[in-house]
């Protein structure tokens, strides 16, 4: 099967986020989580076993709705085509991350704080109420590089390997996660499955996103070499096996610390210190978000590539 429309609705979708944005109404994603809260309030039992029913009854529907689509429109690749760029810009919120962090970076740079305590919910789950103005800068260079990988490389890695199903399947399995795969009282078990499956989920586009943001950070004052360093000797320290990678390299390309005391509505974690820099600064904000978007860019440029050596080996093997 062609890879030709894989390739040219990645490419699309990615455009129209830059040019669009995210829906402003019924975004799809919206849907999915307002959807699986209500069967959450059905399903919920405080046991691995309920999470784990609780997960699949979530992603197999999307899985399988995606898969009957890409098997409808295996014969017709303008609308196999349409329909990745149609979820590519559902899934991938490049701009939208870089809009909120750019938000947060200007109310810190104008020393109104509170202005980016009441915007910090859109970006993570951290409780403002406990973030001064370091904290919340703090916050914002660790979301943004969370996010690059959750919101931007993740969506386009599945969608090169996996089309449609790989599109909305992680999209499916990171918005679990998001509502249910935090350490809390709550889902400390019914929650499980869905951050055991994020975590498998984001194995591989984690390590591209710090791959990428070592070798760009030269274009935002950074060291590669520094990156490197911080993302090799302080990753495997983080709780996340996942988010740690981003965020190390970031550290490291930025020149900061991150890490410490975590502060959420439930509960405090003490994180180990990733990078060993100076504390992150409002214009370090600008620099994380400049680079999230070289890295959505070096992403798609290298997915690409691949998914135009799949279709040069296709053909050839046709010959």
Do not use: K
């Amino acid at each position: 099967m062609s890879r030709l429309p894989v390739a040219i609705g990645l490419t699309l979708g990615v455009v129209a986020d830059e040019l669009l944005g995210d829906p402003r109404r019924g975004h799809p994603v919206a849907g999915f989580g307002a959807a699986a809260a209500a069967l959450e309030r059905v399903l919920y039992r405080d046991s691995r076993t309920a999470g784990g029913q609780y997960t699949a009854a979530c992603v197999l529907p999307v899985l399988a709705t995606a898969a009957l689509v890409e098997r409808r429109t295996a014969q017709h690749p303008a609308l196999r085509a349409i329909a990745v760029a149609a979820a590519t810009w559902t899934v991938v919120g490049g701009r939208s991350l870089r809009r909120i962090g750019g938000e947060l970076a200007t109310a810190l740079t104008d020393g109104d704080t509170e202005a980016a305590r009441a915007r910090i919910p859109s970006l993570c789950g951290r409780d403002p109420a406990r973030l001064d103005a370091d904290g919340l800068a703090r916050a914002t260079v660790e979301s943004v590089a969370e996010n690059t990988s959750d919101s931007v490389t993740g969506p386009l890695f599945w969608g090169a390997v996996a089309g449609l199903p790989g599109l909305l399947g992680y999209r499916a399995i990171n918005t679990l996660d998001a509502m249910v795969g935090h350490r809390s009282a709550r889902y400390a078990r019914f929650g499980t499955a869905a951050a055991r499956l994020d975590d498998l989920a984001n194995l591989v586009p984690s390590r591209l996103t710090a791959a990428l943001t070592v070798a760009l950070a030269g274009r935002v004052g950074g060291s590669p070499a520094r990156a490197y360093r911080a993302w090799r000797s302080d990753a495997a320290a983080h709780p996340s096996p996942n988010a740690g990678q981003c965020e190390a390299a970031v550290a490291g390309a930025l020149g900061v610390s991150l890490g410490g005391p975590t502060s959420y509505r439930s509960h405090t974690e003490h994180r180990p210190i990733l990078g060993g820099g100076r504390s992150p600064q409002p214009d370090d904000i600008v620099r994380a978000t400049t680079l999230s978007h070289l890295v959505q860019y070096a992403t798609l440029a290298a997915l690409l590539a691949a998914l135009h050596l799949q279709e040069v080996l296709r053909r050839n093997g046709r010959a």
